[in-house]
């Protein structure tokens, strides 16, 4: 049992290794909707309950900042990201130049 929770903490810790398969960004942004996620239920439950649920605004708007800020810069980073520069193909001459 120790040796299981012990390679899951390794495992955990090689996320924040420069090199690695995992995105941090995409994992943030999807804690941080996971939160946003939970709120809401909360939210939803304590209205059917009848009472109101006492969380500022401020603390909802800023994991939304967060979710939308971490997804989108691993959707820019992913656009402008690494391209491979292969150089055009040549024309032949069968093609027709204008």
Do not use: C, Q
């Amino acid at each position: 049992m120790f040796n299981y929770l012990k390679r899951k903490w390794m495992a955990f810790k090689d996320i924040f290794k420069d090199k690695n398969d995992y995105n941090e960004k995409s994992i943030v942004g999807f804690l941080s909707f996971a939160v946003m996620a939970i709120f809401a239920a909360a939210d939803i439950i304590t209205g059917i309950m009848g009472k109101p649920l006492t969380i500022s605004d401020t603390i909802f708007n800023s994991f939304v900042i967060v979710t939308l800020g971490a997804f989108g810069i691993a959707e820019v980073g992913k656009i402008f990201g690494k391209k491979e520069n292969t150089p055009p193909t040549p024309p032949t001459d069968s093609e027709d130049y204008i």
